[in-house]
């Protein structure tokens, strides 16, 4: 099964030209490098609403896994977490537990770190961190459950 992907960069600056989108284009890489097709890439404020609506638009366009990159820190302007969770029929708490367990081991700053993983609609986001390597390192650590969570959620039940 082949992985439908969109990637949404939460950046203030990135999103007003002030720097280079770094974040975006290293996930659709790695995304690439498993196998996966990305149909959709985003670059947003650190706004919930604006978040949320390239969330809604992606999934309308096909994608079963968002990636987001940034917004996940302790910084007052980062509010991807309380974006996604608003809009979440379920959230995955396992998939932030191991990345902040195995970042650990990398940086003691991963413990500042609110990566997480929801159910929106039949998709499954991803938020990673906004560093280019930490969202690739990050995602690296739980790619293994993806492709199962996204086969099931789009199971169709099977009537009795």
């Not at 992606?58 to 608003?86: M, N, W």
């Not at 413990?111 to 938020?127: E, F, G, Q, T, W």
Request: glycine share 10%; hydrophobic share 40%; proline share 5%.
């Amino acid at each position: 099964m082949q992985i439908q992907v969109g990637i949404i960069t939460v950046s203030d600056r990135a999103s007003r030209g002030l720097y280079d989108d770094l974040g975006g284009p290293a996930l659709k890489k790695a995304a690439e490098g498993y196998g996966w097709k990305v149909l959709a890439e985003s670059l947003v404020p650190d706004e919930k609403r604006d978040i949320q609506r390239a969330i809604r638009e992606q999934i309308t366009k096909g994608c079963q896994l968002i990636l987001s990159t940034g917004g996940t820190g302790v910084a007052l302007r980062d509010v991807t977490p309380e974006a996604v969770r608003e809009i979440a029929i379920r959230e995955l708490p396992g998939f932030g537990e191991i990345m902040r367990m195995e970042s650990m081991k990398i940086t003691k700053n991963a413990i500042l770190s609110r990566n997480l993983a929801v159910v929106v609609d039949k998709s499954l986001v991803v938020c990673l961190p906004g560093k280019p390597s930490g969202a690739v390192e990050c995602l690296s650590f739980v790619v293994g459950a993806i492709p199962h969570c996204v086969e099931v959620l789009n199971e169709v039940p099977t009537s009795c």
